[in-house]
């Protein structure tokens, strides 16, 4: 090991490219172990975790129209769980999160709090990161205390204890803060958000005195209980509740686990995706290192074959390069944790939340990432040390010895090991960059995607409306009137009406046609429904291309009736026209009459592997209104003060720009775009660095050849021509050997591509030219030198 870093602290240059090299592949690797690890491998924060489980009521069950709910049980239904303790030892409640303003504070605004009961708390077993849980006393002096997260008490406190004690205030209404829980509790009870601040008491008494109340549950089994013979158990005992609940014949209840994370296949896709790029880029770097590695072998030919004559055997040479190899490996792992741990600060606050990659477990550098960064450097060293090795201990000593191969350069041999290796870099890198490119191709079509109506001009305003103003219809109505003057007032609008823009997300609804609902129901196009009314599609500016809109009255009534976009009028009715077909969506048994066709339009939803459709039917009422106005943005800003004016209980949660709202739609894919890119790049940028290293030594071992060539009246195109040909033997092997792995390769990232194949040509074409001008660019440089050498001076050389 002495002698390993004190030849290679003679070669600072190779060193420090090679542990620079190795740093970077080893450093992503671990990363995306780490990220790995904390997404799918670690088990959920909670102690014995395999015992938590949802209880889901199925209607409907083994039809087409299944549906699972989470919230379907009742308050009987929760006394007869909890009563079940053969299979529960706890049944907690909570209630999902709920729109409220805060005060005094830096990030006053709408945000969302949650309900969780003190039940719930000691269930899951995360002890507060300051402060104390809530308690039944709590509660019974209503709950007027909060349990902030770790993130807004760091966002809006600066991490201070000292919060504990004060007061936050919410809905105007004073909130002590008895604690703050830490990023490792929520997982599980749909607590997870940038705008979630934290928790208040949910108080079940009092949720049960009112009418049409709803809440979550989430059930521990009994210790040592499987989950399949809970689920067993679950059955029979539902199977009795029945005479309590004729209702229910239509149902049945499943046990869910809470830990979901398997079941996220957006996750699990990218996941397996990025595990794959970085592995390619940990073998580029390897294939470089070990190129650079063979270079310093074929250097250094008479001493080995000097040790060789003077009795060393075999296996000491052999250690001698292993003990090179895992020098570089350890110094770049050493660096590799040191990036990790970077990217371990940076990567939580720019993966997409919609990936859910941290929901259960914080990014950490432990032990398990430890272990597999050991586990990577001994590959590693393996890799990079093979190679020369081989070459160095099949060296024919007396050759060596002589220096033959001073004239002629570098021998078949080797240029072969080089020319193979080099080979392995351009194909990997050309696997790296086809994926890189087929996201990137996916992402720019995705943006110049059409939208199917006019986004300029057009607002999104959402409403917050008190539930005891819905109670009564008519006085909904006649409230919702005044919103809407008072919208229409706002400066330099042009019109106004009911409905969610066109741009939102509404769910996955299934839709059913007369006469062929088996058919239909097994669609996997995802339909986005809208309750509209009669202004919205002038107002949104979505085109008709067939029949009708709706009228006010057939909005007042909310007439069974529907209006459906052009694509699913194609789907179900080619050639045909589906005015007058019935359809129905969702669990509903209510038939709905089309009356009219618009043009498709482009929702947050349109990225779906099937695409998605709309449909639309007649609402006197939603709490989602869009405004075309010439001036948007002073009527954001003036949205929410005109609709208090009317009731100071009234509230905007959000006003945007229509074509704001795709943003949420763009991140996910442009994250996939970028971290793809960047792999791809760093691979690039190794093999042009590889490719020029080697040809520059080439270039070198070859000195007194060229020199004797110029000589003897070569031109330089001739050497040029000489040098490149040598650079581009492997390119071209390494091009095509890679096109035919990138086609086996890339069909993998076929669900996450959006109007691209997985062998879009135009992808692979550009992906060839790129490789191509700077593996180029990189061997003329190296030719331009060669060319340049002084013939009679090389000759001179010893």
Known sequence: MRHALRSLSRSPGVTAAATLTLALGIGANVTIFSVVDAAMLRPLPYPNPEQLVNLRYVY??????????????????????????????????????????????????????????????????????????????????GGAVVLLTERYWQRAFGGDSAAVGRTLTVDGRPHAIIGVMPD????????????????????????????????????????????????????????????????????????EPVDSRAENVTSQTALLAFSGAVVFVLLVACANVANLLLCRVLTRQREIALRAALGASRSRIVRLLFAEGLVLAAAGTIAALAIAWWASRILPAVVPETLGLFDANAMAIDWRVLGYSALLMTVTMVLCSVAPTLRATRADVAS??????????GSRTGRRLWQGLQTLQVLFTVILLSGAGLLANSFVRMMQTHLGYDADGLVAITLDIPRDRLSNAAGFQTLLGEIMGRVRALPGVVGAAHGQAPAARTGGA????????????????????FG????????????????????????????????????????????????????????????????????????????????????????PGVFWLVVRTARPDEVMRLARPAVRTIDPALDVVE??????????????????????????????????????????????????????????????????????????????????????????????????????????????????????????????????????LDPLQTLRQE
Not at 103 to 110: H, I, K, L, P
Not at 400 to 409: F, K, M
Not at 520 to 527: A, D
């Open 60 to 141: 409907s069950p083994g039809t087409p129209e299944e549906t699972s709910l989470v919230d379907a049980m009742r308050w009987p239904d929760l006394d007869r769980w909890r009563a079940e303790s053969q299979i529960f030892s706890t049944v907690a409640t909570y209630a999902g999160a709920r729109r409220v303003t805060l005060e005094e504070t830096a990030a006053s605004g709408v945000t969302t709090v949650p309900s969780v009961s003190p039940e719930l708390l000691g269930m899951l077993g995360i002890a507060p990161r300051v402060g104390r849980w809530f308690t039944a006393d709590d509660v019974a002096a």
């Open 184 to 255: 490792s509790f929520g997982y599980g009870i749909w607590t997870r958000g940038s705008n979630h601040v934290g928790w208040i008491p949910y108080d079940e008494a009092a949720a049960r005195a009112l009418p049409r109340s709803s809440f979550f549950t989430m059930l521990r089994l009994r210790p040592g209980l499987p989950l399949a013979q809970a689920s067993r158990e679950v059955t029979a005992a539902f199977d009795r509740m029945r005479a309590a609940r004729p209702s229910a014949t239509a149902w049945r209840v499943d046990l």
């Open 400 to 409: 060596a010895l002589e220096g033959s191969s001073r004239i002629a350069g």
């Open 510 to 529: 299934r839709i059913f046609v007369e006469g062929r609902e088996q058919e239909s129901s097994t669609s996997p196009q995802r339909l986005s429904l």
């Open 532 to 619: 509209v009314d009669h202004d919205y599609f002038a107002v949104a500016g979505i085109p008709f291309r067939q029949g009708r809109g709706f009228t006010v009255d057939e909005v007042r009534s909310s007439a069974r009736l529907a209006v459906i976009d052009e694509r699913l009028a194609e789907t179900w009715w080619p050639g045909e026209s589906p005015l007058g077909k019935r359809v129905r969506f969702g669990v509903l048994p209510v038939w709905n009459t089309v009356i009219g066709v618009v043009g498709s339009v482009k929702t947050q939803n349109f990225a779906a592997t099937a695409g998605s459709v709309q449909a639309y039917h007649p609402s």
């Open 655 to 788: 006003a945007a720009h229509v074509g704001d709202l795709y943003e949420e739609a763009f991140v996910t894919p442009r994250f996939y775009s970028v971290l793809m890119l960047v792999f791809g790049g760093v691979a690039l940028a190794t093999a042009a660095v590889g490719l020029f290293a080697v040809v520059s030594y080439s270039t070198a071992r070859r000195r007194r050849e060229i020199g004797v060539r110029l000589a003897l009246g070569a031109q330089l195109a001739q050497i040029r021509r000489l040098v490149m040909t040598d650079a581009f033997v492997p390119l071209a092997a390494g091009l095509a050997a890679g096109l035919i792995a990138a086609f086996w390769t890339t069909r993998y990232l076929e669900s996450m591509l959006y109007q691209v194949t997985p062998h879009d040509p135009t992808t692979y074409a550009t992906v060839l030219f790129c490789l191509t001008v700077v593996a180029g660019a990189a061997a003329l440089i190296a030719a331009q030198r060669a060319a340049r």
